[in-house]
């Protein structure tokens, strides 16, 4: 990076920073520093939701899924607009009416004491893992790529999130949030554009995507109804509905986003702007990754995107296997670039005979690539059996370091820290919210004053940003980091939602009957995920179906043999 890449990078973190401590100052309680005083408008509301979900994974992993897997992963959005409508109408009111801190409280309200207290570390051990990850993700790429120490990367956004979090509270993660989507926004588009400007004069827009489309990338929709097929239609609609539902009706990062608005309007307005842009917004980010893909034909690509690896390999004593191989894959490069262009000409020309020549010819070229791709990657773990192989979450900031100009490299990094640390400040103060009101108010230190409760919480928001820097210490090879993300938020999100769904719509069922059934029911979806190869996607509506299911068994076996267990006393 030079001078100019720091300047931009270093004055747009200290600008987002600064303005979120200056717009929250003055915070006397936790009502403030937890809730903002209830004074955030719908718009910042829409923006705070979209940023806290869409954290640096998203912008930097999800372009190299759509390169490696096309646009079906879109379809793992589509039942959220939906959701965003259920939860307008029948989460929303009781939120607001309750005056709630956490989600969570309504549950002892409702269940009992126990009900709350389990849901509530459901919520801690999910969100407290994934933000190790989201701090991870961004501070593992960036030291790969820029040959910056892991872990000093993963401190120094660690300890600036921590900061900002711990000086401003809510209001200081929803307000720097607006500016952390207008960097983002602005910074995805010029990345996109010049991927564009930057392919050969004859191929346009319209060109990259038609050849995405005849190389198998626009597979936008899958009709094909398969439990062990990740996305489809319906995994999308259907789980991807649960998930969304789980996640933005009974995640405390998303709860207190908008249950800090000024009203029931604002926050209903807030998740229904959510819902209009996110799905467009998620098919931009991949539609770069495509078109990212249509760009390699023509433009060399490294064999292995992950340059960290390959500078280990070349001065391993693989080093002159390596070098063959990459010959190799530069002589591929050429047929497969005058491949391209023949694909462009005859798709321009509506031949489809020559299309399809064209199109035997690069599957082809690609299956030879992939196959010096595998000699690659077994070199690497002959030279390191821990060495990463899998360089998906690489593909998109390998481009920027390599093809950007100065400037606009700083503003992309720019982009992965500002993702990073919107997700991470709204994670921070859920996880305190949710320890404050929770547990540490409700259980252990109960009529204190608020300066006492004001000075905890800030404490707790440090601790659970030293806590995600332990996990992010610790964190390694996980695939596609967009992917490993939603697959741990599934592995407890159901269960989460059908205590929420218990509790809304089926008054007669007490405390102990739901305590039970969500128990076992998340005891079957951990089994599901290590002993089948169901998708992760459905577990959001097994877990949130078996606390229903489960619950009904236990009311009925109480109301038969014994009343104790419905926790009707409780």
């Not at 346009?204 to 995405?212: E, L, R």
């Not at 999100?493 to 009957?513: D, P, R």
């Not at 992760?536 to 104790?564: C, D, E, M, R």
Request: one cysteine or more.
């Amino acid at each position: 990076m030079s001078w100019l890449d720091w300047l931009v990078l270093i004055s747009s973190l200290v600008f987002i920073s600064g303005y979120g401590i200056w717009k929250s100052r003055g915070q006397k309680n936790i009502e403030s520093y937890l809730k903002g005083d209830n004074s955030i408008p719908w718009y910042m509301v829409g923006l705070s939701i979209m940023a806290t979900q869409a954290s640096a994974i998203t912008f930097l992993s999800a372009p190299g899924q759509a390169y490696t897997d096309g646009m079906r992963f879109v379809q793992y959005y589509f039942g959220l607009p939906i959701a965003m409508v259920v939860l307008s109408i029948f989460f929303l009111p009781i939120y607001h009416r309750l005056n709630i801190y956490t989600a969570y409280e309504f549950l002892e309200q409702r269940f009992d004491q126990k009900t709350r207290v389990f849901t509530s570390i459901l919520f801690l051990t999910q969100r407290g893992l994934a933000s190790g990850l989201t701090l991870y993700a961004p501070a593992l790429i960036l030291s790969a790529l820029l040959g910056w120490n892991i872990y000093y990367t993963n401190l120094f956004i660690g300890a600036f999130v921590i900061l900002y979090t711990v000086l401003g509270g809510s209001k200081a993660v929803s307000y720097t949030h607006l500016q952390q989507m207008t960097i983002i926004f602005i910074g995805m588009f010029i990345a996109g554009y010049m991927i564009v400007h930057l392919l050969p004069e004859e191929v346009g827009f319209t060109d990259a995507i038609k050849m995405g489309g005849k190389l198998g990338k626009m597979n936008v929709i899958d009709l094909n109804f398969d439990l062990n097929n990740k996305y489809n239609i319906w995994s999308g609609l259907i789980g991807g509905f649960f998930l969304a539902l789980s996640y933005f009706g009974t995640d405390q990062s998303q709860v207190s986003r908008y249950i800090s608005a000024k009203d029931l309007k604002q926050s209903r307005m807030g998740l229904l702007m959510n819902g209009l842009i996110k799905v467009p917004m998620q098919f931009f980010i991949l539609l770069i990754g495509v078109l990212l893909f249509v760009f390699y034909q023509f433009k060399p690509a490294p064999l292995f995107f992950n340059s960290n690896e390959i500078t280990k390999l070349e001065s391993s004593p693989y080093a002159k296997d390596w070098q063959q191989i990459n010959q190799s894959h530069t002589a591929l490069f050429e047929q497969k670039k005058q491949a391209a262009f023949g694909l462009n000409q005859a798709i321009e020309a509506g031949k489809d005979s020559e299309i399809e020549t064209q199109k035997a010819v690069l599957v082809q070229t690609e299956k030879e690539m992939k196959g010096l791709r595998k000699q690659a990657t077994d070199l690497m773990k002959l030279n390191d059996p821990k060495a990463e192989t899998d360089d998906t979450n690489y593909i998109f900031l390998r481009y920027v370091v390599d093809y950007l100009p100065h400037g606009l490299i700083g503003l992309l990094i720019a982009v992965i820290f500002a993702a990073s640390m919107q997700s991470k400040s709204a994670e921070l103060n859920a996880l305190a919210s949710c320890t404050m009101v929770d547990i540490y108010k409700r259980s252990f230190v109960k009529n204190a004053s608020d300066a006492h409760y004001l000075k905890a919480s800030k404490w707790a928001t440090g601790l659970w940003g030293v806590y995600a820097i332990g996990v992010a210490m610790f964190a390694n090879k996980l695939g596609s980091l967009i992917e490993a993300v939603n697959v741990l938020g599934s592995l407890f999100y159901g269960t989460i939602l059908g205590i929420f769904l218990v509790a809304f719509m089926f008054k007669k069922i007490k405390g102990g009957s739901a305590f039970y059934a969500a128990v076992l029911a998340e005891a079957i979806v951990l089994y599901l995920y290590f002993f089948t190869n169901i998708s992760f996607l459905w577990f959001n509506l097994f877990g949130s179906a078996l606390v229903i299911i489960f619950s009904f068994i236990f009311y009925f076996l109480q109301t038969k043999y014994s009343p104790s267990i419905s926790g009707t006393t409780e």
